[in-house]
């Protein structure tokens, strides 16, 4: 199994929950790209499928290469401290979950999200944010580490 099977491409949701009021982050991979990638990152096989405790580990390096910086409707802006809510193999793809609570004033997102992209340079990571019914899309390519995007309020 070569490189051919590889997608190197990753698509994450970040979804305003307006029932709960709370930001939803899902991280989607392709478990076979996952498991190539932790064996580099951490210099040894991970058997995604079979064990959670490689699927955290692999969650953990998700999470560390991901942020999220926030414009409130004041002009402050900060970091978003996501929490990590879990992960599952569906099929062929792995979820990585994460949330934070409340959100309601956020004007305008930062996104850093270099996951994969430190192993293959030509991984490409789409970011979905969902709000009020809209779609807004940044897609991690090339030298991308950080890309902005203003919400309608």
């Known amino acids: 199994c ?3 099977h590889q997608q190197k491409s990753a698509v994450t949701r970040v979804l305003f929950n307006e029932n709960t009021g709370n930001i939803e982050v899902m991280h989607r991979f392709f478990v076979h790209d996952a498991e190539h990638a932790a064996t580099q990152i951490f210099g040894e096989r991970l058997t995604l499928m079979e ?11 998700v999470m560390n290469r991901f942020a999220i910086e926030a414009t409130f409707a004041n002009g402050q802006t900060r970091m978003l401290s996501l929490d990590y809510v879990g992960e599952e193999i569906d099929g062929q793809f792995l979820w990585v979950y994460q949330e934070l609570p409340d959100t309601s004033d956020i004007r305008a997102l930062s996104i850093v999200h270099l996951a994969l992209r430190d192993v293959w340079p030509d991984q490409s990571n789409l970011v979905n944010i969902e709000r009020d019914g809209k779609i807004y899309s940044l897609t991690f390519q090339g030298n991308d580490e950080e890309l902005s995007i203003r919400l309608d309020a």
Do not use: I, K, M
Not at 51 to 61: C, G, P, T, V
């Open 51 to 61: 064990s959670a405790e490689s699927r955290q580990l692999f969650s953990s390096y």
């Open 2 to 4: 070569g490189n051919a």
